[in-house]
Nanobody
Framework: VQLQASGGGLVQPGGSLRLSCAAS????????LGWYRQAPGKQRELVAT???????VYADSVKGRFTISRDIAKNAVNLQMNSLKPADTAMYYC????????WGQGTLVTVSS
């Protein structure tokens, strides 16, 4: 499975960004897709995941602001991020889970005025 992430950038506090991650390869065995992030000096942490049945899990810090969705036709997972805060600044990584875990390259999100 290969994962290609896109959509990061610089945004002011309160703004929005949409991240996308396209999956290719042996995607039929994927049972969950998600986004993680890692800020400088911190451990990588869960942002949100969506399972093949549609159930979702969000980090408490992003609940009500971020929405994860799956575009089945495009084999992609999206993360709509609203009301962004400086604390959301991090490298965001796409993750796919089958019998093993696959990671995409990171996309940088910077929230700053």
């Amino acid at each position: 499975v290969q994962l290609q992430a896109s959509g990061g950038g610089l945004v002011q506090p309160g703004g929005s960004l949409r991240l996308s991650c396209a999956a290719s390869g042996n995607i039929f065995r994927i049972n969950a897709l998600g986004w993680y992030r890692q800020a400088p000096g911190k451990q990588r942490e869960l942002v949100a995941t969506i399972r093949s049945g549609g159930s979702t899990v969000y980090a408490d810090s992003v609940k009500g602001r971020f929405t994860i969705s799956r575009d089945i036709a495009k084999n992609a997972v999206n993360l709509q991020m609203n009301s962004l805060k400086p604390a959301d600044t991090a490298m965001y990584y796409c993750r796919a889970e089958s019998s093993i875990v696959f990671w995409g390259q990171g996309t940088l999100v910077t929230v700053s005025s």
